[in-house]
């Protein structure tokens, strides 16, 4: 159920604005994924929830985790989970921070070019890389391309290039996109992985170990006309499985697998007790009447995704409504701080007022790595844990 008991019952209870964590929550969908997906390691992405008791409850649950920067990865040291369990999965990297992970006890690192190859060998000797693909990112609703991973070529170069400069060429690794919505991507990444492994095989290089990524989708969001997304995620789960499998026949049986999921474990946990400033209804010139919500939380603290993802909205003193579609935006004098003002309409109780409280559900992804400092004078969220 979204919201969970636990986390409505602190929502109702906030008097203030707030992000609410159910740890709990957190904790019974990390174990449903570990069951999912036997013999698949899981390392929580970090940055999807920088929060100390989210780390430690994923950390005593057996999770590694995915850290993008040293101070991540201090961070998730502290949970207590031993350096091998943690791996700088940022293929941007400087000279300093390569040092700086080796110094904290990290050998695995991605990768996904020859400079990046040539700073891990000079600044933490012998470690273990893996090399990132390139996807395209399509079918997810925040697309993760470009920037990061290299061609199937590019990769047979990279890794040839680590094992020379005295590193262990160790895996590969791929991310289908940020709330993926399609099996089809995860089929696609399967097949990519597949030919890379044959094609690094003939070149002598046999990897230990696939990295899958994040991708995993919440199942709390909302489409532009106020509807469940509702993303397969039980057929994902299951192409998942088949992907596994085949790509251990293909290596001889010997394939670790590591899939590191962000948002999946937290969004649908985490929730915003917010406020109402104000509906109100303009005309724009030439335009048509047109409701506005404008409410004490928008993207510059925590709803930083509001154009791509939709969130739920619960106004829970107006019950029994009349609706008035509107668009929602937050407190700033920005006009990006708006959900995607041009298409989504979300129905808004017509009698709210001024000071309301109003429930942002499977907002916990996200939320507090995207808090500004204090732009326009709004505070970052403070931050309640129920579990
Ligand atoms: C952000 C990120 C993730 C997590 O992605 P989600 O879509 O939140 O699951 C995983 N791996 C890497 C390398 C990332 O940058």
Redesign the pocket.
Known sequence: MIPSAGLRTALAAATGDRIVYDLAGIGERYAALVEELPGVAVRF?L??CPVDEVLSQLAGQGAGF?A?SPNEITQALRTGVPADRVHY???VKSDRGIAEAYRLGIRDF?TDSLEDVAAIAAHAPGARVFC?LATSGEG?L?G?SRK?GCSAADAVLVLTAARTAGLTPAGL?V?V????MTTEAWQDAFEQLGEVLETLGRHGIRLDHV?L?????ALGYQDRHGRPLDPPLDKMFAVIREGTERLRELAGGTLDFVI??????V?DQGAIRAHVYRLSSRRQPGGERQHWLYLSCGKFNGLYEMDELQYRLVFPTHPDAEYVPAVVAGPTCDSDDAYDSEHARVPVPRAVASGDPVWILSSG??ATSYLTQGFNGFDPLPCTMVS
């Open positions: 992405a940055k999807a995915d993008a999965g940022n293929t991605a990132r997810a925040w993760l990061f690794s991310h996109g940020s709330q993926q990295n990524g994040g991708g995993l989708p590191e999921p962000g948002r999946h474990l969004a992804a996200y």
